[in-house]
């Protein structure tokens, strides 16, 4: 069984720091790209960042300079952390991967990724 779990959210105060993790199981994940999504109450689903096998990055405008993903392609992990976050921040967070040759939407994409995760909140209060 294909599985994506994300953990690592919380409350913080605006300015502060959140390390997001995210554990792949059920097959290889190393070729995929992996992506962050997020969604705020009442709004749709966006792109946060994603990262290919390869390691290249690409970030939404509004995270530029204040998070940064990572992968350990031997832990079938991706982390993302998050630095002077700010109260617009606040959503639940989706990990999500792309697998390699994947032709469907594009890595900034909802409809480019088949597997997700259940979310992890994450909360910025003033």
């Known amino acids: 069984q294909v599985q994506l779990v994300e953990s690592g959210g919380g409350l913080v105060q605006a300015g502060g720091s959140l390390r997001l993790s995210c554990a792949a199981s059920?097959?290889?994940?190393?070729?995929?790209?992996m992506g962050w999504f997020r969604q705020a109450l009442g709004k749709e689903r966006d792109f946060v960042v994603a990262i290919t096998c390869s390691g290249n990055t690409n970030y939404a405008n509004s995270v530029k300079g204040r998070f940064t993903i990572s992968r350990d392609n031997a832990k079938n992990a991706v982390y993302l952390q998050m630095n002077s976050l700010k109260p617009e921040d606040t959503a639940v967070y989706y990990c999500?991967?792309?697998?390699?040759?994947?032709?469907?939407?594009?890595?900034?994409?909802?409809?480019?990724?088949?597997?997700w995760g259940q979310g992890t909140q994450v909360a910025v209060s003033e």
């Open positions: 999500a991967a792309r697998p390699r040759f994947t032709v469907r939407g594009s890595l900034i994409t909802e409809e480019g990724y088949d597997y």
């Open positions: 059920g097959r290889t994940f190393s070729t995929d790209t």
